[in-house]
């Protein structure tokens, strides 16, 4: 195996082993037994565990399957749409944790043990989106759009039906027993809820109230 494949191959079995055993749980020995390589073989690639760490994220963001949320909604944003702006960002976030739902498993441990990737995967990735996101609120408020609130509270709120969306269907209930609901299902009720309570548009506020009455008619 070439050694660009040779370090791929034990990255992903990292992940694999840090998504399910944790961390602390998680040797340098047992990655290279689960990758069929010697320990020394590890440390070839990876100097220690936290370049091994950095390595994860790298790829993470590198890959075809890596969110950028900035590019994900680029027209939307020009257009100032912000139905396309949020729900093309749910819908783009909840794709991604079911087509990965192990790397929420290592983030989840990541944070749980207190680990360093936390950290790093917070300012790599979940303050960009606060201050990107948040830049676009305040720019809508100055346009008049969006109420007055501290937009870092209204992306909170956004991300935080999101994530916990996606830890239901991906930890607790995979069965999706409590809610059934397609990922663009879920990324627009999740748009309108969000907007139905930030937004100073009328004409959205009646349309959404017609949308609910008409599902809730007999």
Request: with cysteine.
């Amino acid at each position: 195996m070439a050694g660009d494949e040779r370090r791929l191959q034990i990255l992903r079995v990292a992940v694999s082993l840090f998504a399910h055993e944790g961390f602390r749980g998680t040797t340098t020995k047992k990655i290279a037994q689960a990758a069929g390589v010697s320990e020394a073989m590890v440390f070839r690639h990876f100097a220690n565990k936290e370049e091994l760490y950095t390595a994860i994220l790298d790829h993470k963001a590198c890959s075809g399957d890596a969110i950028n949320p900035e590019l994900m909604v680029a027209d939307a944003l020009k257009r100032k749409d912000d139905c396309a702006v949020f729900e093309g960002l749910a819908l783009g976030a909840l794709e991604h944790h079911e087509r990965d739902p192990e790397f929420q498993r290592l983030l989840l441990h990541s944070a749980l043990e207190g680990h360093e990737l936390a950290q790093m995967f917070f300012e790599k990735f979940v303050r960009r989106v606060y201050e990107f996101l948040g830049a676009y609120i305040r720019e809508r408020q100055r346009d008049g759009a969006i109420i007055e609130i501290d937009p870092a509270i209204v992306v909170r709120a956004f991300i935080g039906m999101i994530i916990h969306h996606s830890l239901n269907n991906n930890l607790w209930d995979p069965q999706r027993r409590l809610l059934n609901l397609s990922n663009e299902g879920a990324a627009k009720h999740f748009t309108d809820i969000l907007l139905g309570g930030i937004s100073t548009n009328r004409e959205f506020r009646n349309s959404r109230k017609e949308r609910r009455a008409t599902r809730t008619m007999p």
